[in-house]
């Protein structure tokens, strides 16, 4: 396999080959969306032909300490690829599932309230709140395969470098957040609710009690990259679950017994937060990474530096933030009672679920394709060991995202207990069905764009994500009259439209693609 270091061999026997069509076959049998990989498979068949063609004709070069080996075919499965992609992207899928669990619980005791407004003032304050977020939030994207590279080259120090410039920007990237949520509350929810509706005033008091996790979840967000970089998903896992689990506990506490209501959910978020910080501070503090010498050593270039790299990332924020603030905003004034939006939040939190555990593949492709590019072909990586990973990277982003489509729709029955309103139970129902069925294309749209993050090519990203975004906004605009569900067909148009400009860029006009052309003129 390429992660173990392969090399380029003769074609393979016959009977390995039928193996190969016959895991693919069953593959494509499984899956619930054949149409979503019908680009992908043309694609890694070609490139599987492309492979074997050239390894005809060339000799065998021994990978380090195993001998004569081979390129692994996209195809191929339960190989080392397929092992070093899995060991990424299973702990990672655990970890980035258990935000979306934990909004599942806010979103069931605020529920238990009793007054649809509640929750959908919630949801208005934690749209400004992710909005301002992830503006502010492009180090973790950047300083992933900035570290894997490091790492890739056998350089801890540069690596403990990066890492500790990010955290540096991060805290004063915070702090600007947390000072602009608290100076300018109001004028920012006004953004998706009227100042004079009910929601408007459940939900300031949960904005300003949340945005006290900025800086803690910015700074807990770049170390979480800094031990993803390092292929360890363990670590990031078990303090993901020790905080939300405190969470899980403090948010009835406060809501109830303490007598805080909604804005006690937004206070245990910022302290689980705040605890999540803590143990990535001090595990980064123990492994020597996080040094003062280094924190001190942050010049102005190399911030500069970090911004540049960090535009297309904030480009790509900008675009998606807005088409999703103007989304807030049209479900939170189609009725005063609040129905339309609590229904519109509990659907979120589901494809919210399936989603962001979707992301474990992006995360793992962020990884593996710096790793594998910062390699010489002799150690197993290079362009061709780089495009076979690509490929498999999105076979798995489908075939995941359909099984979590499939696991959303039987967990369909128990979104009843999320609101014990009837009204709101029935207008979420069918919502639900519209995120499960997505789950298939966001796999390939985040499995390839993971591999556009470990290609480098934010811009790439932040054009696809802007005509995405401006799909939507304008689908939104056509489909409006058909209420929550013109919004949730916008959702279809968003990320359909992302999906093709995912695999252009990886068939014509991505680095990788273009080190295959190269490659099939070398074979003629």
Same mark, same amino acid.
């Given at each position: 396999g390429?992660a173990?270091g392969?090399c380029?061999?003769?074609?393979?026997?016959?009977? @390995?080959?039928?193996?190969?069509r016959e895991?693919w076959?069953?593959l494509a049998?499984?899956?619930?969306?054949p149409?979503v990989?019908?680009?992908a498979r043309q694609?890694?068949?070609?490139?599987?032909?492309?492979l074997?063609?050239?390894?005809?004709r060339a000799?065998?070069?021994?990978s380090?300490?195993?001998g004569?080996?081979?390129a692994?075919?996209a195809?191929?499965?339960?190989d080392?690829?397929d092992?070093r992609i899995?060991?990424l992207a299973?702990?990672?899928?655990?970890?980035?599932a258990?935000f979306p669990?934990?909004?599942?619980v806010d979103v069931y005791?605020?529920g238990r309230i009793?007054?649809?407004?509640m929750?959908?003032?919630?949801g208005?304050a934690?749209q400004?709140?992710?909005t301002?977020?992830w503006?502010?939030?492009f180090?973790p994207?950047?300083?992933t395969?900035?570290?894997?590279?490091?790492?890739?080259?056998?350089d801890?120090?540069?690596?403990?470098?990066r890492?500790?410039?990010?955290?540096?920007?991060?805290?004063?990237l915070?702090l600007l957040?947390?000072?602009?949520?608290?100076?300018?509350?109001? *004028?920012?929810l *006004?953004i998706v609710?009227?100042s004079d509706?009910e929601i408007?005033?459940?939900?300031?008091p949960y904005l300003?009690?949340?945005s006290?996790?900025?800086v803690p979840?910015?700074?807990?967000?770049v170390?979480f990259?800094a031990?993803r970089?390092d292929?360890?998903?363990?670590t990031?896992l078990?303090?993901t679950?020790?905080?939300n689990?405190?969470?899980c506990v403090?948010?009835p506490l406060?809501?109830?017994?303490?007598?805080?209501g909604?804005?006690?959910a937004?206070?245990?978020?910022?302290l689980? @937060?705040?605890v999540?910080?803590a143990?990535?501070?001090s595990l980064?503090?123990?492994?020597?990474?996080?040094r003062l010498?280094l924190?001190?050593?942050v010049?102005r270039k190399?911030?500069?530096e970090?911004f540049?790299a960090g535009g297309a990332?904030?480009l790509?924020s900008?675009?998606i933030q807005?088409?999703?603030l103007?989304?807030?905003?049209?479900?939170t004034?189609?009725?005063t009672?609040?129905?339309?939006?609590?229904?519109?939040?509990?659907?979120? *939190?589901?494809?919210q679920?399936?989603?962001?555990?979707?992301l474990a593949t992006?995360t793992a492709?962020?990884?593996?394709?710096p790793a594998?590019r910062?390699k010489?072909e002799a150690?197993g990586?290079?362009e061709?060991?780089?495009?076979?990973?690509a490929?498999r990277?999105l076979i798995w982003g489908g075939?995941?995202?359909?099984i979590?489509g499939?696991?959303?729709?039987?967990?369909?029955p128990?979104?009843a207990?999320l609101s014990?309103?009837?009204?709101?139970?029935?207008?979420a129902?069918p919502?639900?069905?519209?995120?499960?069925?997505?789950?298939?294309?966001?796999?390939?749209?985040?499995a390839?764009?993971?591999?556009? *993050?470990?290609?480098?090519?934010?811009?790439?990203?932040?054009k696809?994500t802007?005509f995405g975004?401006?799909s939507m906004v304008?689908?939104?605009?056509?489909?409006s009259?058909?209420?929550?569900?013109g919004?949730?067909?916008s959702?279809?148009?968003f990320?359909i439209?992302?999906?093709?400009?995912?695999?252009?860029?990886?068939r014509r006009s991505g680095p990788l693609?273009?080190?295959?052309r190269?490659?099939?003129?070398a074979?003629?």
């Amino acid at each position: 396999g390429l992660a173990g270091g392969t090399c380029s061999g003769a074609p393979r026997g016959w009977q @390995e080959r039928e193996r190969d069509r016959e895991s693919w076959r069953k593959l494509a049998g499984a899956c619930a969306h054949p149409a979503v990989f019908a680009s992908a498979r043309q694609i890694a068949r070609a490139r599987h032909r492309r492979l074997h063609g050239r390894l005809a004709r060339a000799p065998c070069r021994a990978s380090a300490g195993r001998g004569p080996a081979e390129a692994a075919p996209a195809m191929a499965m339960a190989d080392d690829l397929d092992r070093r992609i899995l060991a990424l992207a299973l702990p990672a899928t655990l970890n980035l599932a258990i935000f979306p669990l934990a909004g599942l619980v806010d979103v069931y005791w605020v529920g238990r309230i009793g007054d649809a407004r509640m929750l959908a003032g919630m949801g208005a304050a934690n749209q400004v709140f992710s909005t301002l977020f992830w503006l502010i939030a492009f180090l973790p994207s950047v300083t992933t395969p900035r570290v894997a590279d490091a790492i890739g080259r056998g350089d801890r120090e540069l690596a403990a470098r990066r890492v500790c410039e990010a955290l540096a920007l991060a805290a004063l990237l915070g702090l600007l957040g947390f000072f602009l949520v608290q100076g300018f509350p109001k *004028q920012l929810l *006004q953004i998706v609710a009227s100042s004079d509706s009910e929601i408007f005033t459940a939900a300031l008091p949960y904005l300003r009690a949340r945005s006290l996790s900025f800086v803690p979840a910015l700074l807990s967000a770049v170390a979480f990259s800094a031990f993803r970089a390092d292929m360890d998903a363990i670590t990031p896992l078990i303090i993901t679950l020790l905080s939300n689990s405190l969470n899980c506990v403090l948010t009835p506490l406060f809501i109830f017994k303490a007598g805080m209501g909604v804005s006690g959910a937004g206070l245990a978020t910022a302290l689980s @937060e705040v605890v999540s910080c803590a143990l990535f501070i001090s595990l980064l503090v123990r492994k020597r990474v996080l040094r003062l010498g280094l924190l001190r050593g942050v010049t102005r270039k190399t911030a500069v530096e970090l911004f540049q790299a960090g535009g297309a990332v904030q480009l790509r924020s900008l675009s998606i933030q807005a088409a999703f603030l103007y989304v807030a905003r049209t479900v939170t004034r189609m009725d005063t009672s609040g129905v339309a939006a609590a229904a519109h939040q509990i659907t979120l *939190q589901f494809w919210q679920l399936g989603g962001i555990a979707l992301l474990a593949t992006s995360t793992a492709a962020s990884v593996i394709i710096p790793a594998l590019r910062a390699k010489s072909e002799a150690e197993g990586g290079g362009e061709a060991a780089a495009a076979c990973a690509a490929d498999r990277l999105l076979i798995w982003g489908g075939v995941m995202g359909t099984i979590l489509g499939g696991m959303l729709l039987m967990l369909l029955p128990f979104a009843a207990l999320l609101s014990p309103l009837p009204e709101v139970q029935r207008a979420a129902r069918p919502l639900a069905v519209f995120a499960a069925a997505l789950q298939p294309f966001v796999g390939v749209v985040f499995a390839g764009e993971g591999v556009m *993050q470990g290609l480098n090519c934010f811009g790439a990203i932040a054009k696809l994500t802007a005509f995405g975004a401006i799909s939507m906004v304008l689908s939104l605009k056509l489909l409006s009259p058909l209420g929550l569900t013109g919004v949730w067909l916008s959702f279809f148009v968003f990320n359909i439209a992302r999906l093709v400009g995912v695999l252009l860029h990886h068939r014509r006009s991505g680095p990788l693609a273009g080190a295959s052309r190269a490659g099939d003129l070398a074979v003629k």
